[in-house]
């Protein structure tokens, strides 16, 4: 009658979907919460809920789901997207460093997720 390790890290895995949709939407609303009645007196919500927030919500979402890569690509599109819509022109230094890091951290993320694709089986 006793669950195994693979049962035990399948039942996991199948779980921690929903725990972090969860806490994402919880993290969501309490944001929505705080930025509608403006409690920290940052302006109007359209300000800074926008499509690239958005974005970059969801590739966090990914991330806290173990999906490092395409979290992080998302997470990146986002920035550029949010940057390229703060400045009029995106600084030099940003510019030559952005997606060079970009790559190295998808790059990191494959290493990383090979490491918890061996644990899971």
């Given at each position: 009658m006793g669950y195994s390790n693979k049962d035990y890290l399948k039942?996991?895995?199948?779980?921690?979907?929903?725990?972090?949709?969860?806490?994402?939407?919880?993290?969501?609303?309490?944001?929505?919460l705080v930025a509608t009645n403006d409690m920290l007196h940052l302006g109007s919500v359209k300000e800074y809920f926008t499509w690239?927030?958005?974005?970059?919500?969801?590739?966090?979402?990914?991330?806290?789901?173990?999906?490092?890569?395409?979290?992080?690509?998302?997470?990146?599109?986002g920035l550029w997207f949010f940057l390229d819509d703060y400045f009029?022109?995106?600084?030099?230094?940003?510019k030559t460093f952005f997606w060079p890091s970009v790559i190295i951290l998808t790059g990191l993320s494959f290493i990383i997720?090979?490491?918890f694709k061996r644990k899971s089986k």
């Open positions: 039942r996991s895995k199948e779980r921690n979907p929903q725990i972090s949709f969860g806490i994402f939407l919880i993290v969501l609303g309490l944001a929505l690239q927030t958005v974005m970059i919500f969801i590739g966090v979402l990914l991330l806290l789901n173990l999906n490092f890569i395409p979290g992080l690509l998302l997470i990146a599109r009029e022109e995106i600084p030099a230094f940003i997720s090979s490491f």
